[in-house]
């Protein structure tokens, strides 16, 4: 069986200039950033993904968070618009990349936004963060595309982060992890977990029960080890910064049709 893949995309050396929202902006080190883009990839590697590199785009600060270009389901591609109009440009290099691996591409139109980092996919549901960088246009589109395939979407309200992947993801078993004082509606999943620290919240699932996740979230990894996972732990402090998690920096593609 030919190993999974996952979509990454080197930081620009203007890194540091990227979009901060939430957060107060502090200066990021660009060097100590690459490190820690390798080390992240390297951790996909080590646990068995090919990772498919789009080239970077130096003139996008924010491009090395691939995630919130594109949105994949089954053998469908959804090719992102931003609510951030300086994003835009990031998703011409994406969509020929996943074009390359044999995805079917669509795309979202005007007046829709969305962001990856909104979608939150768990089994056959697909939440999707509102209120931020997506509007209910963006939702729309995004049902269009994906509920033929067997979706059902449902929207989150977002309003005290900057996705709804800042402030949920999802264990492999469906349960949906946040830190509770950035979850806006924990009622609206039918399994809510809390976690003990905000980087807690982001979790990649590796496969067998692997959770690649912040090292700057340790009580959050003791949780999960205690509930039989096995915490990969990776640094990505710069990338922190910048309201980047671990989910930012990658795009599974489990059913890469090539």
């Not at 390297?42 to 003139?59: F, K, Q, S, T």
Request: aromatic share 6%; charged share 25%.
């Amino acid at each position: 069986m030919p190993s999974p893949k996952a979509l990454v995309r080197p930081p620009s050396s203007r890194l540091a200039d990227g979009l901060v929202t939430h957060f107060e902006r502090v200066p990021v080190d660009v060097e100590l950033a690459l490190r820690q883009w390798d080390g992240y990839v390297r951790a996909l590697r080590d646990n068995g993904w090919h990772a498919v590199e789009v080239p970077p785009e130096e003139a996008c600060p924010d491009s090395v968070f691939v995630e919130d270009a594109v949105v994949v389901l089954r053998d469908v591609a959804l090719i992102c618009r931003s609510g951030a109009p300086t994003r835009r440009a990031e998703t011409a290099a994406v969509e020929e990349s996943v074009r390359a691996q044999g995805y079917a591409v669509r795309r979202l139109h005007a007046p829709a936004t969305l962001d990856g980092g909104d979608v939150l996919k768990t089994g056959d549901t697909v939440y999707v963060g509102t209120g931020g960088r997506t509007n209910d246009e963006g939702v729309r589109q995004l049902s269009a595309a994906f509920e033929p395939l067997g979706a059902r979407v449902v929207p989150v309200p977002v309003a005290k982060v900057l996705h709804l992947k800042s402030a949920v993801t999802a264990l492999p078993d469906g349960t949906v992890i946040g830190y509770p004082p950035l979850v806006d509606s924990p009622s609206l999943f039918p399994r809510f977990r809390p976690v003990p620290e905000e980087a807690g919240a982001h979790v990649v699932l590796l496969g067998e029960d692997r959770l690649l996740m912040a090292a700057s979230a340790p009580r959050s990894a003791e949780l999960f080890a205690g509930l039989g996972y096995e915490p990969v732990l990776v640094d990505i402090g710069e990338f922190e910064k910048l309201e980047g998690c671990v989910t930012c920096l990658s795009v599974r593609l489990r059913g890469a049709p090539a």
